[in-house]
């Protein structure tokens, strides 16, 4: 298969699934939930909701207003905020870069910390402090994240002071956000590290390695590592479109970060329809984009593979 | 055979077992052997007799868990292995003992380009580097005669068939400089005629490169072509150890015999005369004689009494671990011993 | 190799499972750990005196281990913004978090090893239909599309379980779907069947226990991913709603707290990651110790 008909392949995929996601959306706002009721306070007169709903153009059949949705999202116009009165791409590229940064940063240091720790109990395999730095990665995953966020700033930005609560502004902002989100992809990478890394080492490519003079240590870093980074990247891939596609909402709301997660969670508790719409567009073709990334890089590490 | 030459690699007691949750299992039981500078050894068994996890056992490269080397010595040229250091290990191996391992299709690194994991051998026990070590690594490939060894120095192992790749393991492995080179079973996954071209291959360079070669087969076609001498593992065990001559004319051992009925019945034509029954289960191994069940000329002593590992020819040249070795009065023969 | 031969070879012998139980100890104090806790949480009214509703403003924010008023007893880890009492909410609360976990994950294994069971079953369109299903699931921003549902049907403990639910059929539909390929093309049903061995027989003593191993652990391991969604989702204001409460809920409301009165956020935290780490030892451990496979010594 040529490399053109993969990525186009993978193209009509992403397509078919943006759609899918933004019809049931659709469809899920319209039906159930009525956006009227959460604009207008309670004391909203009939002649003031029925004037609203005119305007926002509810009071047509459904199947019109979700032809007029799809053909205007097709040109990327998803309408303007109802919140925020201006037009959703705007907002979105407001929020959407600091948090996907925010969150590349988080896994940069997942990565710089877990593979060394999944190396080491490899090496060590069955000692004690295999053991320990097992349980210890999965107290990362299973920690609540808004939890140790709530602890690390406590600690780190109250008692001792070295580090600002919230906001955002310098690049002191992104630490403490980016090392509390860094927790779960560090316990996923550094478990799966270490598994492949102890599959590989039963290999028969690793008995020759040995059986030629290799050291223990050479033998994880220099022939396994390169075998195992494809399910390493895999997981890298999975975990940085959860965290964007919501999960790290709880975070920045704990920090005040104004990043996509805090806008996700904005915009649902205030029903901004045509945001949301936006929202669900932008998460699914990033998580599509950064799958179609992850296949690239596995052709890059695998020598096997070719598209 | 070289008689006077010392002997360069020498087992003793060596044992190896598995330690399941089921119980353990003995894969080398009490295993010795010796190989004298410049000679093929080979080591014959059926499959699970224990053949290559002895040959793991003398690099120390059985991983635990299972499997742990219980006792023994591996004293090679003069220095027992078993008291390195684990973490010093990777200096003999290679140098030492280099291995050739039995599936070429699975045995080289995926993801690393050959002409690199032959270098890697270069570097580590010729004390190249750099273009010089890829020059000697190309020089290797030329050696094992891979057509344009520049171009294949950078394949990846699946670019290359399987004849292919078992060269290249045979490239690495003379790369080495080992003083000792075990060969598992080299020729086992490959058609009948690459095994042809392999084998070629390696008693060319075994006049080439004078090398011990601890040569492991079930193909007792192959013992005759390659070895000087040959010892014959049953159920973790080497029962008899003799050299090749002696081997096909006169095998004292039953299980030996019985092996060398069914090849010569498929010369003669007669009827194929294969050993009854099937092998043993390591984890329950039968009393006295582990081959006593199968065992044409099985008597009472047999199932009550392990017999010894005892010299029958008086020189230290046939070895049998059997209580009535055949065509040999025992009585007599350790008469003649003393 | 001839290791695994030999391995093959051997006669299995039984060893107890206390035994095998006992030889983790990690697993083991996870198990005694979980069982303490869902003691306490169920037999809550035993172990504390307080309601999980009563407040007491004159005692808000008081430290853990402050005595409590009106003869009443200890407060043993202080008390929230509104004097009620942090033990007896984190016991109550515990109920609704264990219960959104444990039924969703009940929810998604149903749907999602029926249509993984018809997929392998049936092959063909029904396989293509429900797979591209799960791969467009896969893909979907199942976490968004959950707060979603919470927030047009209104947040709160049912509607919670109906989100989350949405997130978590793909796992066990794919794994159903594997082990019913595996089932139909197994040499091992193919041979039962040339013996004359009936389809139930084989599926009970054959097929069962290899599919139960992996069914259990993602079991467990799926409930201890979504008390922590529960958590995360209550934190957020879409999940259990007050007078009700979860341990999410807790956290949501004590975080302003945070400073005055860090009791109330660090001990439900604590309790929801206990929780949800003897979980997952547990399903390690159940996955290592089942797998046929793997050895020990």
């Given at each position: 298969?040529?490399?053109?008909?993969?990525?186009?392949?993978?193209?009509?995929?992403?397509?078919?699934?943006?759609?899918?996601?933004?019809?049931?959306?659709?469809?899920?706002?319209?039906?159930?939930?009525?956006?009227?009721?959460?604009?207008?306070?309670?004391?909203?007169?009939?002649?003031?909701?029925?004037?609203?709903?005119?305007?926002?153009?509810?009071?047509?059949?459904?199947?019109?207003?979700?032809?007029?949705?799809?053909?205007?999202?097709?040109?990327?116009?998803?309408?303007?905020?109802?919140?925020?009165?201006?037009?959703?791409?705007?907002?979105?590229?407001?929020?959407?870069?600091?948090?996907?940064?925010?969150?590349?940063?988080?896994?940069?240091?997942?990565?710089?910390?877990?593979?060394?720790?999944?190396?080491?109990?490899?090496?060590?395999?069955?000692?004690?402090?295999?053991?320990?730095?097992?349980?210890?990665?999965?107290?990362?995953?299973?920690?609540?994240?808004?939890?140790?966020?709530?602890?690390?700033?406590?600690?780190?930005?109250?008692?001792?002071?070295?580090?600002?609560?919230?906001?955002?502004?310098?690049?002191?902002?992104?630490?403490?956000?980016?090392?509390?989100i860094s927790f779960r992809p560090m316990g996923n990478l550094a478990q799966i590290v270490r598994y492949e890394m102890t599959q590989q080492l039963g290999e028969m490519y690793a008995i020759t390695?040995?059986?030629?003079?290799?050291?223990?240590?050479?033998?994880?870093?220099?022939?396994?590592?390169?075998?195992?980074?494809?399910?390493?990247?895999?997981?890298?891939?999975?975990?940085?479109?959860?965290?964007?596609?919501?999960?790290?909402?709880?975070?920045?709301?704990?920090?005040?970060?104004?990043?996509?997660?805090?806008?996700?969670?904005?915009?649902?508790?205030?029903?901004?329809?045509?945001?949301?719409?936006?929202?669900?567009?932008?998460?699914?073709?990033?998580?599509?984009?950064?799958?179609?990334?992850?296949?690239?890089?596995?052709?890059?590490?695998?020598?096997?593979?070719?598209? | 055979?070289?008689?006077?030459?010392?002997?360069?690699?020498?087992?003793?007691?060596?044992?190896?077992?598995?330690?399941?949750?089921?119980?353990?299992?003995?894969?080398?039981?009490?295993?010795?052997?010796?190989l004298k500078k410049g000679e093929v050894l080979a080591l014959v068994g059926e499959s699970g007799s224990g053949k290559t996890v002895a040959c793991l056992s003398l690099l120390r490269l059985i991983?635990?868990?299972?499997?742990?080397?219980?006792?023994?010595?591996?004293?090679?040229?003069?220095?027992?292995?078993?008291?390195?250091?684990?973490?010093?290990?990777?200096?003999?191996?290679?140098?030492?003992?280099?291995?050739?391992?039995?599936?070429?299709?699975?045995?080289?690194?995926?993801?690393?380009?050959?002409?690199?994991?032959?270098?890697?051998?270069?570097?580590?026990?010729?004390?190249?580097?750099?273009?010089?070590?890829?020059?000697?690594?190309?020089?290797?490939?030329?050696?094992?005669?891979?057509?344009s060894p520049e171009k294949r120095y950078y394949n990846y192992p699946h670019q290359l068939s399987g004849g292919m790749k078992q060269r290249i393991m045979i490239a690495m492995a003379l790369s080495?400089?080992?003083?000792?080179?075990?060969?598992?079973?080299?020729?086992?996954?490959?058609?009948?005629?690459?095994?042809?071209?392999?084998?070629?291959?390696?008693?060319?360079?075994?006049?080439?490169?004078?090398?011990?070669?601890?040569?492991?087969?079930?193909?007792?076609?192959?013992?005759?072509?390659?070895?000087?001498?040959?010892?014959?593992?049953?159920?973790?065990?080497?029962?008899?150890?003799?050299?090749?001559?002696?081997?096909?004319?006169?095998?004292?051992?039953?299980?030996?015999?019985?092996?060398?009925?069914?090849?010569?019945?498929?010369?003669?034509?007669?009827?194929?005369?294969?050993?009854?029954?099937?092998?043993?289960?390591?984890?329950?191994?039968?009393?006295?004689?582990?081959?006593?069940?199968?065992?044409?000329?099985?008597?009472?002593?047999?199932?009550?009494?392990?017999?010894?590992?005892?010299?029958?020819?008086?020189?230290?040249?046939?070895?049998?671990?059997?209580?009535?070795?055949?065509?040999?009065?025992?009585?007599?023969?350790?008469?003649?011993?003393? | 190799?001839?290791?695994?031969?030999?391995?093959?070879?051997?006669?299995?012998?039984?060893?107890?499972?206390?035994?095998?139980?006992?030889?983790?100890?990690?697993?083991?104090?996870?198990?005694?750990?979980?069982?303490?806790?869902?003691?306490?949480?169920?037999?809550?009214?035993?172990?504390?005196?307080?309601?999980?509703?009563?407040?007491?403003?004159?005692?808000?924010?008081?430290?853990?281990?402050?005595?409590?008023?009106?003869?009443?007893?200890?407060?043993?880890?202080?008390?929230?913004?509104?004097?009620?009492?942090?033990?007896?909410?984190?016991?109550?609360?515990?109920?609704?978090?264990?219960?959104?976990?444990?039924?969703?994950?009940?929810?998604?294994?149903?749907?999602?090893?029926?249509?993984?069971?018809?997929?392998?079953?049936?092959?063909?369109?029904?396989?293509?239909?429900?797979?591209?299903?799960?791969?467009?699931?896969?893909?979907?921003?199942?976490?968004?599309?959950?707060?979603?549902?919470?927030?047009?049907?209104?947040?709160?403990?049912?509607?919670?379980?109906?989100?989350?639910?949405?997130?978590?059929?793909?796992?066990?539909?794919?794994?159903?779907?594997?082990?019913?390929?595996?089932?139909?093309?197994?040499?091992?049903?193919?041979?039962?069947?040339?013996?004359?061995?009936?389809?139930?027989?084989?599926?009970?003593?054959?097929?069962?226990?290899?599919?139960?191993?992996?069914?259990?652990?993602?079991?467990?391991?799926?409930?201890?991913?979504?008390?922590?969604?529960?958590?995360?989702?209550?934190?957020?204001?879409?999940?259990?709603?007050?007078?009700?409460?979860?341990?999410?809920?807790?956290?949501?409301?004590?975080?302003?707290?945070?400073?005055?009165?860090?009791?109330?956020?660090?001990?439900?935290?604590?309790?929801?990651?206990?929780?949800?780490?003897?979980?997952?030892?547990?399903?390690?451990?159940?996955?290592?110790?089942?797998?046929?496979?793997?050895?020990?010594?």
């Amino acid at each position: 298969m040529g490399m053109g008909k993969y990525i186009l392949q993978r193209l009509a995929f992403t397509i078919l699934v943006v759609l899918v996601i933004s019809i049931l959306v659709f469809v899920l706002t319209r039906v159930v939930g009525n956006p009227v009721d959460i604009l207008l306070p309670l004391t909203a007169t009939t002649e003031q909701r029925e004037l609203l709903t005119k305007q926002l153009g509810l009071d047509r059949p459904m199947i019109q207003q979700l032809g007029d949705f799809l053909k205007s999202a097709a040109t990327l116009d998803f309408g303007d905020s109802w919140t925020q009165r201006r037009p959703s791409m705007e907002v979105i590229f407001d929020y959407l870069p600091i948090s996907a940064l925010l969150i590349l940063c988080a896994m940069a240091i997942a990565v710089l910390v877990a593979f060394p720790l999944g190396i080491i109990a490899a090496y060590k395999r069955g000692s004690l402090l295999d053991r320990f730095l097992t349980v210890l990665s999965l107290v990362g995953i299973c920690m609540p994240p808004f939890w140790i966020g709530l602890m690390l700033m406590f600690f780190f930005a109250v008692k001792l002071g070295w580090l600002p609560t919230s906001g955002i502004g310098t690049w002191k902002h992104f630490i403490l956000p980016a090392v509390t989100i860094s927790f779960r992809p560090m316990g996923n990478l550094a478990q799966i590290v270490r598994y492949e890394m102890t599959q590989q080492l039963g290999e028969m490519y690793a008995i020759t390695a040995r059986a030629k003079g290799v050291r223990e240590i050479n033998l994880l870093r220099k022939h396994a590592l390169k075998n195992i980074m494809t399910s390493s990247i895999t997981m890298i891939g999975n975990d940085y479109c959860k965290q964007l596609g919501g999960l790290s909402a709880a975070v920045e709301v704990v920090y005040g970060f104004p990043g996509f997660g805090h806008l996700i969670k904005e915009t649902i508790q205030s029903m901004d329809y045509p945001l949301l719409q936006a929202e669900v567009f932008f998460t699914a073709v990033i998580v599509c984009l950064i799958n179609l990334i992850v296949d690239i890089l596995y052709a890059a590490f695998d020598p096997r593979i070719r598209y | 055979m070289v008689e006077a030459a010392q002997d360069i690699l020498k087992v003793n007691g060596l044992s190896t077992s598995f330690l399941l949750r089921e119980g353990e299992i003995k894969a080398v039981d009490n295993v010795s052997f010796s190989l004298k500078k410049g000679e093929v050894l080979a080591l014959v068994g059926e499959s699970g007799s224990g053949k290559t996890v002895a040959c793991l056992s003398l690099l120390r490269l059985i991983r635990w868990p299972p499997g742990k080397i219980k006792s023994g010595e591996v004293i090679l040229d003069g220095q027992n292995l078993f008291d390195i250091p684990l973490k010093d290990m990777h200096k003999i191996r290679g140098l030492g003992i280099a291995m050739i391992l039995q599936e070429p299709m699975s045995s080289l690194n995926p993801s690393i380009i050959i002409g690199r994991q032959i270098q890697e051998a270069v570097e580590l026990n010729q004390g190249l580097s750099g273009e010089e070590a890829k020059k000697k690594a190309i020089e290797m490939l030329e050696l094992v005669r891979i057509p344009s060894p520049e171009k294949r120095y950078y394949n990846y192992p699946h670019q290359l068939s399987g004849g292919m790749k078992q060269r290249i393991m045979i490239a690495m492995a003379l790369s080495c400089k080992p003083k000792v080179l075990i060969a598992d079973e080299p020729t086992k996954s490959l058609d009948v005629t690459i095994q042809a071209q392999i084998l070629r291959l390696m008693q060319a360079l075994r006049n080439d490169i004078d090398t011990t070669i601890l040569f492991v087969t079930s193909d007792l076609g192959i013992v005759a072509e390659m070895a000087d001498r040959v010892a014959i593992m049953y159920a973790g065990q080497v029962i008899e150890i003799c050299d090749v001559f002696k081997l096909f004319t006169n095998p004292a051992h039953p299980y030996t015999k019985g092996i060398m009925k069914s090849i010569m019945a498929l010369k003669t034509g007669e009827r194929l005369n294969i050993i009854s029954g099937d092998p043993p289960n390591l984890m329950a191994l039968p009393t006295g004689c582990t081959f006593h069940p199968r065992c044409d000329y099985c008597q009472e002593k047999c199932r009550t009494e392990v017999p010894q590992y005892d010299d029958i020819s008086g020189e230290g040249t046939h070895m049998v671990r059997c209580h009535f070795p055949l065509g040999v009065d025992k009585t007599q023969a350790e008469g003649k011993g003393k | 190799m001839a290791k695994k031969n030999t391995i093959k070879n051997t006669a299995k012998k039984k060893v107890t499972l206390w035994k095998r139980f006992r030889n983790n100890k990690a697993a083991l104090i996870a198990c005694i750990v979980l069982i303490v806790l869902l003691t306490m949480i169920f037999a809550a009214s035993v172990f504390t005196s307080y309601n999980v509703n009563t407040s007491d403003l004159r005692a808000r924010l008081s430290p853990p281990g402050t005595p409590g008023r009106a003869g009443n007893s200890n407060h043993i880890l202080g008390t929230d913004q509104l004097g009620r009492d942090l033990f007896a909410r984190l016991l109550y609360g515990g109920r609704a978090s264990l219960r959104v976990g444990f039924t969703v994950t009940v929810i998604g294994a149903i749907i999602g090893i029926v249509l993984g069971l018809s997929a392998g079953y049936f092959g063909g369109w029904t396989d293509m239909i429900i797979m591209r299903l799960v791969d467009i699931w896969s893909s979907a921003p199942t976490l968004l599309i959950a707060m979603t549902v919470v927030m047009i049907m209104g947040p709160g403990e049912g509607n919670l379980i109906i989100a989350l639910s949405i997130a978590s059929w793909t796992l066990f539909c794919r794994m159903a779907r594997s082990q019913a390929l595996v089932m139909r093309n197994s040499p091992m049903v193919e041979s039962g069947h040339a013996i004359g061995v009936s389809t139930p027989q084989i599926m009970s003593k054959h097929v069962a226990p290899n599919i139960l191993s992996p069914l259990v652990t993602t079991f467990v391991i799926e409930t201890a991913h979504f008390i922590n969604a529960e958590a995360n989702l209550s934190f957020l204001g879409f999940g259990v709603q007050p007078p009700d409460t979860s341990w999410g809920l807790i956290l949501g409301e004590g975080r302003k707290y945070l400073v005055q009165a860090p009791w109330i956020v660090i001990y439900p935290g604590l309790v929801i990651g206990i929780t949800v780490l003897c979980l997952n030892l547990i399903g390690d451990w159940i996955r290592d110790e089942f797998d046929p496979l793997a050895v020990k010594h």
